[in-house]
C-alpha cells in the first residue's frame, strides 16, 4: 500500500523549533519530488516546500525562506521539514505529499498523508 | 501571491449536481493546464480526484469531472452521494518564480 505518515508535531514556544518527519512506504520513494503543504486553523492549504528525488534542489514560498529547510533521505525513504524561529502564524495541519509522477514536476500531488499538527503558543 | 478564489460553501441534496468554481489568474489558471482538484474530509489525507484540468485519477469515480475556461476551473460532482459531503480544493501550477503551486481557499461541500 502507497502510505506518507508524517511525526514530530507538537507544542513549541514561539522562536521553538521542531523537525518534522514523513515516512514514505509502497513506492519508488527516490523516484520522486515531494512537498510539505500546511493548513492552519480553519483556513485553506498552503504549499509551504519541495525537493527533488535527489534532494539537490529545494523551493520554499516566499514567507518561510530561511526558517524552514526540507531535507530527504532516500535510504530512510524518509521526508523532513526542519522548522526554526516558530512564530505563532506556523500553527498548522502540516502533511507530506508525493508529486503525481516521475521524472520532474507533474504540479500535482497524487498521495498525501494525514496530517501531524503543529502549534506554536507560549 | 493570493489563493485562487473559490467560493466557500455550497449546499446540494442528495441525487442532485453542483458545480464548484475556481478562479484565477493568467499567471496560473488561465496560461497552464496544470489544474488539479482534492477532496479533503478532516482528519483525513486529501486525496487527488482531478488534474491536469480534466483527468481522473484511476479508482475515481466518475461522478466527478472538471473544465476549464479562460482563468476560471470549475468541477462538477453529479449524483450527489452523503459521502461527497467534504472540503474541495482547486490548485494550479503558477509561474511565480517562488511557488510552485497555487491552492484555493476551499469550498465546503454540504450534502443535506
Known amino acids: 500500500e502507497v502510505q506518507l505518515v508524517e511525526s514530530g508535531g507538537g507544542l513549541v514556544q514561539p522562536g521553538g523549533s521542531l523537525r518534522l518527519s514523513c515516512a514514505a512506504s509502497?513506492?519508488?520513494?527516490?523516484?520522486?519530488?515531494m512537498h510539505w503543504v500546511r493548513q492552519p486553523p480553519g483556513k485553506g492549504l498552503e504549499w509551504v516546500a519541495r525537493?527533488?528525488?535527489?534532494?539537490?534542489?529545494?523551493g520554499y514560498v516566499d514567507s518561510l525562506k530561511g526558517r524552514f529547510t526540507i531535507s530527504r533521505d532516500n535510504t530512510k525513504t524518509s521526508l523532513y521539514l526542519q522548522m526554526d524561529n516558530l512564530r505563532p502564524d506556523d500553527t498548522a495541519v502540516y502533511f507530506c505529499?508525493?508529486?503525481?509522477?516521475?521524472?520532474?514536476?507533474?504540479?500535482?500531488?497524487?498521495?498525501w498523508g494525514k496530517g501531524t499538527t503543529v502549534t506554536v503558543s507560549s | 501571491q493570493s489563493a485562487l478564489t473559490q467560493p466557500a460553501s455550497v449546499s446540494a441534496s442528495p441525487g442532485q449536481s453542483i458545480t464548484i468554481s475556481c478562479t484565477g489568474t493568467?499567471?496560473?489558471?488561465?496560461?497552464?493546464?496544470?489544474v488539479s482538484w482534492y477532496q479533503h474530509h478532516p482528519g483525513s489525507a486529501p486525496k487527488l480526484i482531478i488534474y491536469?484540468?480534466?483527468e481522473r485519477p484511476s479508482g475515481v469515480s466518475s461522478r466527478f469531472s472538471a473544465a476549464k475556461s479562460a482563468t476560471t476551473a470549475s468541477l462538477t460532482i453529479s449524483g450527489l452521494q452523503p459521502e461527497d459531503e467534504a472540503t474541495y480544493y482547486c490548485?494550479?501550477?503558477?509561474?511565480?518564480?517562488?511557488?510552485?503551486?497555487?491552492f484555493g481557499g476551499g469550498t465546503k461541500l454540504n450534502v443535506l
Open positions: 509502497g513506492f519508488t520513494f527516490s523516484d520522486y519530488v
Open positions: 505529499a508525493k508529486e503525481g509522477g516521475s521524472p520532474g514536476y507533474y504540479y500535482h500531488m497524487d498521495i
Open positions: 493568467s499567471s496560473d489558471v488561465g496560461d497552464y493546464n496544470y
Open positions: 490548485s494550479s501550477y503558477t509561474d511565480s518564480s517562488t511557488l510552485h503551486v497555487l
Open positions: 491536469d484540468v480534466g
Open positions: 525537493i527533488t528525488w535527489n534532494g539537490r534542489s529545494t
